[in-house]
C-alpha cells in the first residue's frame, strides 16, 4: 500500500532544501533505474509510430484525450485500458490481480464497455451483441473466459446491479481508487472517460459556491493531477472541446486551447492528444487537405469511415510537440494504425 496523501497545515512541507531536493530526485532516478527506464516505469499508448515520438506515461503524470462527441475520445480511452491491462497480464502471467489498470466511465455504464471488450477478443460484432444477436456462443464464452482474467478494474454503474448504483463524484472515486489500494493491489494507471461528465461534487465544496462548472472542472483536473502523485501511476483522462470551433478549409484540429471549460486543463497535463475524425465534418469519399503555411497546401486526406488524424499538441519536460499523425481505427478491437505523419 502506498504513502497517504495528508491534507497539512505545516507549510514546511512544502518546502524542498537543496539536499532535500536532491537526494528525492536521486532515490526517483534509482527507482526507474530499477524499473528498466522509462519504457519500463511509463506506460507507452500501444500506437507505433506515435510511441516512436511520445514518451511514456509515467507515474504522477497526467494526460488528456481532447475531442469533440463522436471523435474517438471514448474508443482511445478504451484501447489505452485495454492495452496497459494487456501489459500487465503479460508481466504477470499467473493470474494474480497485484497491478491493475482502473476504468472509469462516467458517459457509459458496465455493459457498453464490456461488450466492446468481449468484441476487441473475438470476431463477434458489438452491435449484434448490444442488441443480444450472438452468432457464436463459444466464442462468446472463450472472450468471456479470457477478459476474466485481464486486470482491468471497473469503476462505474451497472444497467443489471440497478441496486449498487453509486453517484460518480470524485470524492466517491477517489474512495474507490483508496479501497483498491487498501487491498495491497498496486494501481498502475487510471483511466477516466471523461472529465466534463463528472458530476457535481457535493462533498469537495459547498452546493452555493460549486453551481459554477468551470471552477467544478478546474478543481476536478487538479484533484486528478493530484491522485496520478497519491497512486504514484499515470492517469489519462478525456477531454471534450468546446463548441463553434473554427474549421479552415474542412481541416480541424482542435488546440489546447479548445478545451471546454477551463484553460487549467492544459496547465496541468503533462501530454496532450487531439482527435478528429473527419467524416463528422465532411462525408466519407471526400478529399481533404491541411495548410501548414500560408498559401501552402499540406498533406492530403481521403476521408474514409474509420479516417483519424491525431495532433500531439503538449508534452511536458523540454519533449517534442506538433506532430500530427493521420491513420485509420479498427472499430472491434480499438487499434489504431498510422500511415503518416507531418
Known amino acids: 500500500m502506498k504513502n497517504k496523501i495528508a491534507p497539512t497545515k505545516d507549510t514546511r512541507q512544502m518546502l524542498y532544501w537543496p539536499d532535500e531536493a536532491v537526494a528525492l530526485t536521486h532515490d526517483h532516478i534509482m527507482s526507474m533505474q530499477a524499473a528498466g527506464g522509462a519504457w519500463k516505469a511509463g506506460i507507452p499508448l500501444g500506437i507505433n509510430q506515435i510511441d516512436e515520438y511520445v514518451a511514456p506515461l509515467l507515474p504522477g503524470q497526467l494526460m488528456t484525450i481532447l475531442g469533440r462527441p463522436q471523435n474517438f475520445k471514448s474508443g482511445m480511452l478504451e484501447w489505452i485500458a485495454r492495452h496497459t491491462a494487456n501489459w500487465l ?16 466511465s462516467t458517459e457509459n455504464l458496465l455493459e457498453d464497455t464490456v461488450i466492446n471488450d468481449l468484441a476487441s477478443r473475438s470476431d ?17 464464452a472463450r472472450a468471456e473466459a479470457d477478459l476474466a482474467g485481464i486486470p482491468i478494474f471497473r469503476v462505474c454503474n451497472a444497467m443489471k446491479a440497478i441496486d449498487r448504483y453509486q453517484p460518480l463524484y470524485l470524492t466517491n472515486v477517489h474512495r474507490v481508487l483508496q479501497l483498491i489500494d487498501s487491498k495491497n493491489i498496486n494501481i498502475r494507471g487510471i483511466v477516466l472517460d471523461y472529465l466534463q461528465a463528472l458530476p457535481l461534487d457535493p462533498e469537495h465544496r459547498d452546493s452555493g459556491t460549486f453551481q459554477n462548472r468551470r471552477l467544478q472542472v478546474r478543481d476536478d483536473i487538479y484533484r486528478l493531477r493530484d491522485m496520478a502523485a497519491e497512486f504514484s501511476c499515470p492517469v489519462w483522462v478525456g477531454v471534450q472541446t468546446r463548441r463553434g470551433i473554427e474549421f479552415q478549409d474542412n481541416w480541424y484540429m482542435p488546440q489546447m486551447s479548445d478545451a471546454e471549460e477551463s484553460g487549467a486543463i ?24 491541411c495548410s501548414i503555411f500560408k498559401g501552402e497546401t499540406g498533406y492530403k486526406l481521403l476521408v474514409q469511415e474509420n479516417s483519424i488524424v491525431i495532433k500531439v499538441t503538449k508534452q511536458q519536460g523540454r519533449l517534442a510537440s506538433g506532430q500530427t499523425f493521420i491513420g485509420s481505427v479498427d472499430f472491434r478491437t480499438g487499434q489504431t494504425t498510422i500511415t503518416s505523419s507531418f
Open 89 to 104: 497480464r503479460k508481466e504477470n502471467p499467473d493470474g494474480a490481480f497485484t497491478d491493475v489498470v482502473v476504468f472509469i
Open 124 to 140: 463477434l460484432d458489438p452491435k449484434d451483441l448490444s442488441n443480444g444477436q450472438v452468432s457464436d456462443l463459444s466464442a462468446l
Open 266 to 289: 492544459e496547465q496541468r497535463s503533462s501530454r496532450m492528444l487531439n482527435l478528429w475524425m473527419p467524416k463528422t465534418r465532411v462525408p466519407v469519399g471526400t478529399e481533404v487537405s
